[in-house]
């Protein structure tokens, strides 16, 4: 017998939800202000990606990835003091 549309959705909700654990996916929700909303559409943008959060999630991954390669990029890239001297 066919499946009916509410039982595909659910096996499909299960097998995303199922995907989700597997990966050790977790939801993060913060509250940004004026410029920090600016600078990451500014960011979306020229890096050409569809979704903020693939464009966080590339960042972030390439600043580590920087990070270890060189590690005083730490001092440019972490420097809370030197992005209050440019704003």
């Excluded at 929700?29 to 500014?42: L, P």
């Excluded at 600043?63 to 270890?68: G, L, N, P, Q, S």
């Amino acid at each position: 017998m066919a499946k009916t549309a509410a039982q595909r959705k659910a096996d499909q909700r299960r097998r995303e939800a199922e995907h989700l654990k597997a990966v050790g996916a977790s939801n993060l929700s913060m509250t940004v202000f004026r410029g920090t909303s600016e600078d990451i559409q500014f960011l979306t943008k020229i890096g050409g990606f569809e979704q903020v959060a693939e464009m966080l999630t590339v960042l972030i991954h390439n600043a580590r990835i920087e990070i270890e390669r060189d590690t005083s990029q730490k001092d440019v890239l972490l420097n809370v003091t030197r992005l209050r001297e440019t704003k």
